[in-house]
């Protein structure tokens, strides 16, 4: 199954979203770090931030392994307190990528280069608005 890979540059800003099927990615965990080239970033290297699974449930960086848990949140990842204190139980996954993640969120911490480029990823181009003529009111 491809993951969706979400790919921030803190330099420009920018998130770039890609799917690849990468079975080398199986196994790491939210932290690690890994080779650019693995999803065709040669020269950049990577670090895993999050995720989330097949159904939607948020990788949580406390939780060990892959499997799926029932936890008193009072922050995020997973929960968004509206009140002050406020503390749910939620499902979170765990903080190590298996083949039930549907999307692995990475950063990256080294190399230099265009990254939308290097992906093949056109910039949107913004179209100007033509202005549209007003009618009168009687």
């Not at 499902?91 to 290097?118: F, L």
Request: charged share 30%.
């Amino acid at each position: 199954m491809p993951f969706k890979i979400v790919i921030g540059e803190p330099k420009t800003r920018k998130a770039y979203q890609i799917e690849r099927d990468v079975p080398s990615l199986i196994g790491l965990k939210i932290g690690d770090t890994f080779d650019g080239s693995l999803i065709g970033l040669t020269g950049f290297t990577l670090q895993i931030t999050g995720g989330s699974d097949k159904d939607g449930f948020p990788m949580r960086a406390e939780v060990p392994g892959p499997g799926r848990k029932k936890l008193l949140l009072s922050g995020p990842p997973g929960f968004k307190p509206w009140r002050k204190g406020m503390r749910k139980r939620k499902y979170v996954r765990g903080n190590t990528v298996s083949d039930a993640i549907a999307q692995v969120n990475c950063k990256i911490i080294s190399g230099e280069g265009d990254v939308g480029a290097i992906l093949g990823i056109q910039p949107k181009v913004k179209e100007e608005k033509s202005e549209k003529p007003t009618e009168e009111k009687k």
